[in-house]
């Protein structure tokens, strides 16, 4: 259940969060033409609040809907204040934001260029995603009997609505065959990503994950970890991976920004490596921790600071 703040930003406006309301018909509820982000805010040491990488959740969010052809008139840095005057205002000085773009009430047809585009922010306090004793000690994960949609079919660099429903079919189907999470491959068999992760693996020491001209979202959490791989002297190569070679692998990882680093002890009844958290991996998670908790401060562009005790 989300933990309830006290306040959504809502078309420009701050809104009670049991007012944030929308009418049955508005147009994506009925047909998924939406996109939306997940960022995360961290507390640090010394009391202060940093959102993680902001700006490129925001940009991403920006571009997606000029990709998916909804009109937004906001800019990345009035999204941007508003994602910290939301954080701010429900003094979470850490938080999960949800900022989402959608096509509102007017008419019903699919098209229905004309009806407007409604925003809004909400955030609300929010642990690790897939538990836990899994950023410990990995999770196990299923191949899907669901394939990610061609990249001819699906635009799958945004985040969008509708195609989550891919997702949540595969992430269900993984969920009630008692696994913890979703790996799906594309249209042509290849490893693609797990139903909100990127995927990783490493074999002798080198780091591969599948390229961005694929069937898989740009992850924020993908690019940050292959810079942060590279930096700590990791050679990491973004290529096709198939899933025998994922069986095969001394250590298989996910991550995202809810998920964070999650290690992956199983795949498809297979154990991976030594069945546990590899070094690897858990050298790239601490790594990421102390990025996203401002311990390492190699990337300050990386952060957007507020302080709620300011208020
Ligand atoms: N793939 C999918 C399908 C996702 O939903 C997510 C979560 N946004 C990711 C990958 C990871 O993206 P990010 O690191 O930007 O959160």
């Not at 299923?142 to 195609?163: E, I, N, Y």
């Not at 990503?193 to 780091?207: D, K, L, P, Q, T």
């Not at 990421?288 to 190699?298: I, L, R, S």
């Amino acid at each position: 259940m989300v933990t309830k703040a006290e306040t959504v930003w809502f078309d420009g406006e701050l809104v009670n969060w049991d007012d944030a309301k929308v009418h049955v018909l508005t147009h994506t509820l009925h047909y998924g033409l939406g996109v939306f982000e997940g960022i995360r805010a961290y507390r640090r040491e010394d009391g202060r609040s940093a959102i993680f990488r902001l700006r490129e959740h925001i940009e991403r969010l920006v571009k997606g809907a000029r990709m998916m052809t909804i009109p937004l008139d906001y800019s990345v840095d009035e999204l941007m204040d508003a994602c910290v005057k939301t954080a701010k205002l429900n003094r979470l000085d850490g938080c999960y934001i949800r900022p989402i773009a959608f096509v509102g009430y007017g008419e019903m047809g699919v098209a229905a260029m004309g009806n407007p585009t409604r925003v809004a922010i909400a955030t609300w306090p929010w642990g690790a995603y897939l538990g836990a004793a899994g950023l410990t000690h990995g999770v196990r994960l299923k191949t899907s009997s669901f394939t990610r949609p061609s990249v001819a079919s699906q635009l799958s660099k945004g985040k969008v609505c509708g195609h989550y429903v891919n997702s949540i079919l595969a992430k269900r189907e993984a969920l009630l065959d008692g696994y913890d999470e979703a790996l799906l491959l594309d249209t042509d068999g290849y490893v693609s990503e797990a139903s909100g992760e990127n995927i990783f693996m490493v074999e002798n020491g080198v780091i591969y994950t599948p390229q961005l001209g694929s069937a898989i979202l740009g992850g924020i959490t993908r690019d940050t970890l292959i810079t942060i791989a590279r930096e700590h002297g990791y050679e990491v190569r973004e290529t096709q991976l198939t899933r025998d070679m994922l069986y095969l692998a001394d250590e298989v990882f996910m991550c995202g920004t809810a998920a964070e680093v999650t290690p992956v002890r199983e795949l498809d009844q297979r154990t991976i490596g030594q069945g546990g958290a590899g070094e690897v991996t858990m050298t790239l998670q601490k790594r990421y921790f102390d990025v996203v908790k401002g311990e390492d401060m190699t990337h300050p562009e990386w952060y957007t600071f507020y302080q709620v005790s300011n208020l």
